[in-house]
């Protein structure tokens, strides 16, 4: 079935082709087969980097929904395979299939969440209490194994969610796991204990705020 999709709506995109920019009026959404799709907005001069989506992650259905303008660009980063959806094919698979609406007002509620998250981040000055308040947060709804929380998280994506430098991100996450706090995993972030992890924030925060008095 994926093979017959893809005959009819597949198109092959090499790393590079900027696929649509802010403020495009949008025709298409997109189904990434395979590769990476970078999501970004301008602010100021700067790119500021909003998600990096892979496999089965679907963008630009929002357009389609509201009518109205891009609102972030999109780039290839890796070469990749995608479905590309027109307006017309994306309201029969709407009304055809009870099921793929359900999986995209999911996604879309999950997008909202991490919107929260980001917002929330903005708030927070000290990077630190940043990393560890976003890591907290989506332990909420991440995969419970006894005491620990896994989090299918990459340094990347904790950096997009926290909006700090991917490096400053590495270095507090490499401290995070010397301290047992949490650990590495080739498929995402182990949160040893939730509870130690709480109580190291409120240490970093009276910690501030004693220094400040």
Do not use: W
Not at 92 to 116: F, G, P, Q, V, W
Not at 172 to 188: P, Y
Not at 191 to 211: A, C, G, H, P
């Amino acid at each position: 079935m994926e093979d017959e999709l893809f005959k009819r709506f597949g198109k092959v995109f090499p790393k590079g082709t900027i696929l649509f920019r802010e403020g495009d009026t949008g025709e298409d959404m997109y189904i990434i087969n395979t590769g990476k799709v970078k999501i970004f907005k301008e602010v100021g001069g700067n790119e500021k980097v909003l998600a990096v989506l892979s496999q089965s992650d679907f963008f630009g259905e929002m357009s389609l929904l509201n009518k109205k303008p891009r609102s972030a660009s999109a780039e290839v980063v890796e070469d990749a395979k995608m479905l590309v959806i027109n307006n017309s094919t994306f309201d029969t698979m709407i009304r055809s299939n009870s099921e793929i609406a359900l999986r995209i007002i999911r996604i879309l509620a999950k997008r909202l969440e991490d919107a929260d998250v980001q917002i929330a981040n903005l708030m927070i000055k000290d990077s630190n209490q940043r990393v560890i308040v976003t890591l907290l947060k989506l332990a909420e709804s991440g995969t419970k194994i006894d005491t620990d929380t896994f989090l299918k998280l990459d340094v990347e994506k904790l950096a997009i969610t926290t909006g700090l430098e991917k490096n400053k991100v590495g270095e507090i996450v490499d401290r995070l796991a010397k301290n047992r706090l949490i650990e590495l995993t080739n498929n995402g972030i182990l949160i040893r204990n939730y509870d130690n992890l709480k109580k190291y924030l409120d240490y970093l925060v009276m910690k501030e705020q004693f220094e400040g008095m």
